[in-house]
């Protein structure tokens, strides 16, 4: 039987010559998919989804075709997507697929929730018995069952039962599902099967039971879920480390760099003191086991180990460390480090003076204080230990490769199932008795699997990338209730989310990624775009302009609003604090409208009441145009979040509305709101027919792909609303989009304060905070000697919130990341008007006139845009001209590279050095003559003569027996010079080599 396609569409055939194009140059890629809102990007992906389902039942991927799953940082959103997957297969007609085959896919798609929401979809019932049958002596399982049970049938009403409730639920909900899935792994452990009739049982409250089995193909889960174990039998899953060769949908995949970030940032700290004393006692006094399964692994440990001891013996790590009497834990003593980036210090000290660790022979501790001496520098003590801890955790990772790796060659000869990451970790824990440093040891492999970039071993000298390497930093402060003992507590980002994305795709992980905003390169709000495409090159899959310009002309065809009589307008809006003066003193008579302004928003009135007068206008315009009747205005903030505010609000727009004999209704809609059903009174009031509807919200409350569209009764619609698009979609429900709306200049897009359950945490906002300023160093905003001095602000403040704000003013909003960000939230703003296929004959777009500075930067091809954002570009541009000079970029790379070249070279003479390699030394020396010559070209304008210096240096006598220096020549011309003379010097130095304790690059 012939079957037809599952869509034809000419998005479908792109979405597929760009996968098939890939399939064919090997495994792996990430493939930005980027068109317009409301094309249908996530229809045509479950498309996708379904064709390559019906090859893998028709055989035609072999036994095993590869894993599919689907994620978003919304779990409404994941929910909707898995939905409109069953009801497409359910939908499928008989020419396309045949009933046994609908049949089978229903049975390859799963959802899976939150642990907490897990228990609330199985029946009571069914859990008692499961409990009953698991339960142990201690009732370790049905006492926490018994908890969450009785505390939710105290709840009468669970949805008014308030956040702090429904919280507390869902905490106690968690301890409960931990308890039973842990029972019932006890249970099969102890029994060796799952008990008969229980199969389903299990399966109910463990649904990725059937995923591991093969069951189950398809899988929808947040991204918060994906980046964590997913719970199943025997053990639970680390769906990107288990599962390399997936094919992984990210919807609104930009945002999901800020998920995985936050993820990533909250590892708890681990003292250093004690990961040293614990890696030199169980390497010095344990040895591993001498089998197959464990070949190759004391090679790989070996030079750290000497590592570990080198600083255990230099800085006396087998005494305590403790404050000098002049010296408190208030004052700030912290380190932070990027190998071969930006290092910071912040130590309060006098003048003239250095922090040492100075060791005290009568009281047998190591003693920190300030002192004049050269000798026992504090800033060598961390730097040299850190360093050393972080080279034996990347060894470790390495030798847990290849445990694993030995593993898989005697599991194919026996038939066993032993090779798992997991399982290698705790082998090697236990043989070296490092159950200390577990935690840091699974944060250091992460979702990695061995096959990343290259040949593990290497990792330890090649990793220079920032994105692969990440950053350190320590504080040093009491440990519990001490009073004469110091701990040296280390945070780490070992891998930020672009290089974890870059690893996946580099394991052969198949990464389609869902937004129309997906290529925009700010490196704050998204992948680091430009940096993937160094880090996995051809792999990195965008629409040609042939391509992306067949989308467009789909997209045209889609939402024909020439054909169909819809126009665009666009404003901008300055301030204009006489007109707002005029509509107050009218609405309230009595003082005047300072005073009134005064009330409401106190030392902040001045800003506020400035724009409030921009959004007054934008609505005065809203309310004036006859064929408008829905408009949102977002801010950085929400408008009217306090009672007060938006009381103030609806009286003065009552005031303007009334004027011209309009109604207008207002509503405040923040994130909160959002969750508790605003949106409903919102649609209710439109399709009621009722007057003009005015919602305020701010670009992170609607940033989550919200959909303000509301259904229309087109016999009580007030205004006539026009069908743009094609023939099926004129047939089904009239949804209605906003017709207009206005846009604030976004601000407020630098780190703010990290939270966690509305409670406010310092480490994780500095981790995020230094892992933005290195950002912006690699992408050449600013430069070493500024992120240097940015990131000692950062660990020396006493008030993180107001250093963050002044990091955000006085140099954030001067890079050109700033307005890459704003634009980037522009367009998805205004992609909140492109949603549905019905419109009003005109469509408003009002605007700060401050946005016409931040369009300018917009240099993306139209093709890529909807018709309401290219023309709001087209009207920006047209008024503004761009704020940021490109020779500032320019500048900061040729610092950057030089710095950066110079460090790289540095730590790989370290290398030669730590083996005694003197003759190569001596030849390695020429480099360091030429990378001092290559520093005092510091403008990219300059780098020409680059070239002319690597061919004065092939003249040296020491050129000989470096060949691979005159292959840099032509790499050289290009400009990118620093990394020419790593692909020089990594063939001919050997791996698995550590910087000795001595002689680190200046900070």
């Known amino acids: 039987m012939e079957f037809e396609k599952v869509s034809s569409s000419p998005l479908a055939k792109v979405i597929k010559e760009v996968v098939t194009d890939k399939r064919k140059t090997g495994d792996g890629f990430f493939y930005l998919l980027q068109c317009q809102t409301g094309i249908g990007k996530t229809y045509e992906s479950t498309s996708f989804i379904i064709e390559e389902m019906l090859a893998g039942i028709r055989g035609e991927q072999g036994p095993e075709p590869k894993p599919i799953i689907f994620i978003t940082d919304t779990i409404d959103n994941v929910f909707q997507a898995y939905k409109d997957l069953e009801k497409r297969i359910e939908s499928l007609p008989g020419t396309i697929a045949t009933a046994e085959e609908v049949a089978a896919m229903l049975d390859q798609i799963l959802y899976i929730p939150s642990n907490a929401d897990q228990l609330k979809k199985a029946e009571s019932d069914l859990v008692d018995s499961v409990v009953t049958l698991v339960d142990d002596d201690r009732k370790s399982v049905s006492v926490p069952w018994n908890k969450y049970n009785s505390f939710r049938s105290s709840i009468p009403e669970e949805e008014g039962a308030g956040a702090v409730l429904i919280d507390e639920l869902s905490r106690r909900g968690s301890a409960a599902y931990r308890a039973i899935v842990a029972g019932i792994k006890r249970h099969i452990k102890r029994t060796g099967s799952v008990p008969a009739g229980y199969k389903s049982q299990f399966e109910t409250i463990i649904p990725a039971m059937r995923f591991s089995s093969g069951e189950v193909r398809v899988l929808f889960m947040t991204t918060a879920k994906y980046l964590t174990k997913v719970e199943s039998v025997p053990r639970a899953i680390n769906l990107p480390r288990d599962y390399p060769h997936q094919i992984l949908f990210i919807d609104e995949v930009d945002k999901q760099n800020g998920v995985i970030i936050n993820h990533l940032a909250k590892n708890r700290a681990s003292g250093l003191i004690k990961a040293i004393r614990t890696c030199y006692q169980g390497f010095q006094l344990h040895s591993i086991e001498d089998s197959r399964r464990y070949g190759g692994v004391l090679d790989i440990l070996s030079e750290n180990i000497q590592t570990i001891s080198d600083v255990w013996n230099k ?72 360093f050393a801890y972080r080279q034996i955790l990347k060894s470790i990772k390495n030798a847990v490769f290849r445990i694993t790796k030995n593993s898989e060659a005697i599991d194919l000869e026996t038939g066993t199932r032993t090779a798992t990451i997991d399982a290698s970790v705790s082998s090697i824990v236990s043989q070296y008795h490092l159950s200390a440093i577990q935690e840091d040891i699974s944060n250091e492999i992460g979702n990695i699997s061995p096959t990343s970039f290259a040949d593990s071993d290497r990792w330890t000298l090649l990793n220079r990338n920032y994105h ?42 198949e990464v389609i990624g869902i937004s129309a905003t997906a290529g925009v390169e700010t490196v704050l709000h998204n992948f680091d775009i430009r940096s993937l495409k160094r880090l996995i090159g051809p792999k990195l899959a965008t629409h040609s302009p042939e391509q992306a310009h067949r989308v467009y002309e789909y997209y045209c065809s889609k939402r024909d609003y020439e054909g169909n009589k819809v126009g665009i307008n666009v404003e901008f809006f300055g301030v204009q604090r006489h007109r707002l003066t005029k509509i107050i003193e009218e609405t309230f008579g009595s003082e005047t409208a300072a005073i009134h302004l005064s009330k409401v928003y106190g030392d902040d009135a001045g800003h506020r009441g400035d724009s409030l007068s921009q959004l007054m206008l934008a609505v005065e315009a809203f309310i004036k145009s006859p064929d408008s009747r829905y408009m949102l205005a977002l801010s950085s903030r929400v408008v009217g979040k306090q009672e007060d505010e938006l009381e103030f609000i609806r009286r003065i727009f009552a005031q303007l509305a009334g004027g011209y004999g309009v109604e207008l209704h207002v509503e405040s809609v923040d994130a909160k709101r959002l969750r508790g059903g605003a949106y409903d009174t919102v649609r209710s009031k439109l399709s009621e027919g009722a007057g003009k509807v005015l919602v305020l919200s701010s670009y992170p409350s609607m940033g989550a792909g919200k959909n303000p569209d509301y259904e229309s009764n087109p016999d009580i619609e007030p205004i006539p609303v026009i069908c743009v698009g094609d023939e099926l979609e004129a047939a089904g429900k009239v949804r209605v989009d906003i017709d207009s709306i206005y846009l604030d200049k976004p601000t407020n897009l630098f780190v703010g304060m ?147 070249a110079r460090k790289n070279l540095e730590e790989t003479y370290r290398v030669i050095l730590s083996k005694g390699r003197l003759e190569a030394f001596i030849k390695f020396s020429l480099l360091n003559d030429l990378i001092e010559e290559m520093i005092k070209v510091r403008d990219k304008r300059q780098f020409g003569q680059v070239p002319e210096l690597i061919r004065s240096a092939l003249n040296d006598p020491r050129a000989e027996g470096i060949p691979e220096l005159e292959e840099s020549l032509e790499i050289a011309r290009s400009g990118s010079f620093s990394d020419s003379l790593v692909e020089v010097l990594t063939p001919v130095v050997e791996p698995k080599r550590s910087w000795p304790v001595t002689g680190h690059p200046e900070a």
């Open 468 to 509: 692969l390497s990440g950053f350190t930093f320590n504080q040093i402060s009491r440990e519990g209730q001490s009073i004469d003992t110091v701990e040296f507590y280390r945070y780490a980002l070992n891998m930020t989310p672009t290089g974890m994305v870059a690893s996946m795709v580099n394991n052969g992980m």
């Open 315 to 386: 800085y006396r790590f087998g005494t305590s460390f403790d404050l000098d009497s002049s010296m408190t834990t208030d004052q700030s003593l912290s380190m932070f480090m990027a190998f071969g980036y930006a290092q910071g210090v912040s130590i309060s000290r006098e003048k003239g003076t250095k922090t040492v660790a100075k060791f005290n022979a009568t009281l047998n501790k190591s003693v920190i204080c300030n002192s004049n001496e050269k000798e026992n520098n504090f800033v060598d003590l961390i730097r040299d230990a850190s």
């Open 754 to 900: 990290f939270q966690e359950n509305g409670v406010p945490d310092p480490s994780v906002t500095k981790i995020l905070a230094l892992n933005a300023i290195m950002l912006l160093q690699v992408s050449n905003e600013i430069d070493a000697n500024q992120s240097r001095k940015l990131a000692s602000r950062i660990l020396s403040t006493k008030d993180l919130k107001v250093e963050l704000d002044r990091i955000r003013n006085s140099c954030y909003y001067k890079t050109s990341d700033y307005f890459l960000a704003a634009l980037k939230y522009i367009e998805q703003a205004v992609g909140r008007m492109s949603r549905t296929a019905f419109k009003r004959s005109q469509i408003n777009i009002f605007a700060d006139s401050q946005l016409e500075g931040v369009l300018c930067h917009e240099t993306r091809s139209p093709d890529l845009f909807t018709h309401e954002y290219n023309a709001l570009v087209q009207a920006g541009k047209a008024q503004g001209r761009s704020a940021i000079a490109d020779s500032d970029n320019l500048r900061n790379e040729a610092i950057n590279n030089n710095l950066f």
